[in-house]
C-alpha cells in the first residue's frame, strides 16, 4: 500500500468537505501556472481538493473539467460544487480523456491537465469498497464498483503463474510464489470473499515486515490490476499530451515507484529527440518532441508532511507542451 493509502484521512459521508487532504498543492499551482482564462482539467478529482484551488486562480471565463472513475467521488463532488458554475464533473476513466474533452469543453483549448494518482482517503476508509485489510469488507478494490471484476472474482479463477505474476510485477513482492500457492491453497477450501480472510492467507505466507503488515505488497498489486491502473495511466498520459494546447501545462503526482517510473519514463521520452534523427542538420517535424520538463521532480516539505503523513512519498513532475 502506498503512502497516500496507509496515511489515509477519515471521510465522513459523501457530503463531507475536504477530508481527503490534497497534497502539494502549492507545487501544482506552481506548475501548472494557471491562466485566469484557461481551461484546466483534474482527470483525478478524488474529494476536490485541488479543483478548489484551480477554481480560485480562475477568473469567470476560466473552467475546470473534472473526472473520476468513482461515482461517490462524482456525488461528493457535485454536492461541494453545486453552485460552481465553471465546474464540470465527469464520472469517467483516464483512457476516455480524449472523449470526455471532446464532448464537454466546447472546443477550448487545453491549458494544462493534473493526475493525482491512487486510491483516496475516503474509498480506503469505507470497508465496502475492499480497498484495506484495516476493516473487514468484501475483497472487491474496483474504483468504479459497477464495471469490471472484483478481486474475489479474480482469484477465484486466475492460475497460479498468473497469480505470482500479478503479485511479483505490480507488487514487488519477492514472496508473490509463496503468496500465489498460499490463495491456491485457500480456495480449494473455501472461497476467498473478504479483505481480512485474504490478509491472514497472505501474512501466513509472507514474513512480517518492520512497520508494514505483511499483505500491504498484495493488496497493492491487485487493485492495481483489477483496475487496470498502469494501462489507464498509460493512455490518459498519451491524451493529455495530445489534448495540450501550444505551452499548456501537465502535471502528474505519483505515490509508489511504478507510477512514478512510468510517469517519468513518458515525460522523458515525449521531451527528447531520437539520437539518431538529432544529428540531421534540421531535425524533421515528426521528430521533434511534443513536451519539454518544466523543473526537478518535487516533494512535499517537511512542514506539509508533518501535517499531512500522507503527502511523504508524493513525487510531482511537470511537463510543458512545445508551441
Known amino acids: 500500500m502506498t503512502g497516500k ?12 468537505m475536504d477530508e481527503h487532504k ?3 498543492v502549492d507545487e501544482v499551482l506552481a506548475g501548472l501556472d494557471p491562466k485566469a482564462d484557461g481551461l484546466y482539467i483534474d482527470a ?33 463532488g457535485r454536492l461541494r460544487f453545486a453552485s460552481e458554475m465553471r465546474l464540470a464533473l465527469v464520472q469517467a476513466a483516464f483512457a476516455d480523456l480524449r472523449q470526455v474533452v471532446h464532448d464537454h469543453a466546447g472546443g477550448r483549448p487545453v491549458a494544462g491537465v493534473l493526475f493525482d494518482l491512487g486510491v483516496s482517503s475516503p474509498q480506503l476508509d469505507q470497508a465496502a469498497r475492499g480497498f484495506s485489510f484495516a476493516k473487514d469488507g468484501p475483497l472487491d478494490m474496483r474504483m468504479d464498483p459497477a464495471r469490471g471484476e472484483p478481486v474475489a472474482a479474480w482469484l477465484a479463477r486466475a492460475p497460479v503463474d498468473e497469480m505470482r505474476e500479478v503479485i511479483a510485477t505490480l507488487g514487488e513482492e519477492r514472496f508473490a510464489r509463496r503468496v500465489a500457492e498460499a490463495i491456491a491453497a485457500a480456495r480449494q477450501r473455501a472461497p476467498i470473499e473478504r479483505t481480512r480472510q485474504l490478509a491472514e492467507i497472505v501474512a501466513g505466507a509472507v514474513r512480517t515486515r518492520d512497520g508494514k503488515h505483511p499483505a500491504t505488497r ?10 487496470d491502473e498502469l494501462g489507464q495511466l498509460r493512455r490518459g498520459l498519451e491524451a493529455a499530451a495530445g489534448l495540450l494546447a501550444p505551452h499548456g501545462r501537465l502535471a502528474v503526482i505519483a505515490f509508489h515507484s511504478l507510477e512514478d517510473r512510468l510517469v517519468k519514463d513518458f515525460l522523458r521520452r515525449e521531451s527528447s529527440i531520437d539520437p539518431v534523427l538529432a544529428k540531421l542538420p534540421v531535425t524533421p517535424p515528426h521528430a521533434v518532441p511534443r513536451l519539454r520538463l518544466v523543473g526537478a521532480r518535487r516533494k512535499a516539505g ?22
Open 22 to 24: 490534497a497534497v502539494l
Open 218 to 227: 498484495t493488496f497493492q498489486a491487485l487493485r492495481i490490476h483489477v483496475n
Open 5 to 16: 493509502e496507509a496515511d489515509a484521512d477519515r471521510f465522513r459521508g459523501p457530503g463531507a
Open 44 to 76: 483525478t478529482f478524488g474529494r476536490g481538493g485541488h479543483t478548489a484551488r484551480i477554481l480560485e486562480t480562475l477568473g469567470g471565463e476560466g473552467r475546470v473539467l473534472a473526472l473520476d472513475r468513482d461515482p461517490e467521488a462524482v456525488a461528493a
Open 302 to 323: 517537511d512542514a506539509e508532511v508533518a501535517a499531512n503523513p500522507r503527502a511523504r512519498s508524493a513525487v510531482l513532475r511537470v511537463a510543458e507542451r512545445v508551441a
